[in-house]
Nanobody
Framework: QVQLVESGGGLVQAGGSLRLSCLASGNIFRLNVMGWYRQAPGKQRELVAT?????????ADSVEGRFTISRDNAKNTNTVYLQMNSLNPEDTAVYYCYAGPPGTWGQGTQVTVSS
């Protein structure tokens, strides 16, 4: 079983930056993909960015060039980071960490961008 602990959300003004972190522990040896999804009020959860164990990344078009995902593969934990720059109010959402296989979700962290 994999456990995920997220941190780093908060309130920021438009144009500002935030960094999210997600630490995975437990049975991480099969983990390949880690990433971030987000869900805004009244909308479906959507992919933000993913990174594989080997370092391959993928981004949603809406965040390409503004957000950077990275990953630290330590022996007993894997940590994924999401550096978010040039934030705008459309980025306001609950951000969820994801890790798989198997598919595991974090508890979510709120990101609010004020105009």
């Amino acid at each position: 079983q994999v456990q995920l602990v997220e941190s780093g959300g908060g309130l920021v003004q438009a144009g500002g930056s935030l960094r999210l972190s997600c630490l995975a522990s437990g049975n991480i040896f099969r983990l390949n993909v880690m990433g971030w999804y987000r869900q805004a009020p009244g909308k479906q959860r959507e992919l933000v960015a993913t990174v594989t164990r080997g370092g391959s990344t993928a981004y949603a078009d809406s965040v390409e060039g503004r957000f950077t995902i990275s990953r630290d593969n330590a022996k007993n934990t894997n940590t994924v980071y999401l550096q978010m720059n040039s934030l705008n109010p459309e980025d306001t959402a609950v951000y969820y960490c994801y890790a798989g296989p198997p598919g595991t979700w974090g508890q979510g962290t709120q990101v609010t961008v004020s105009s």
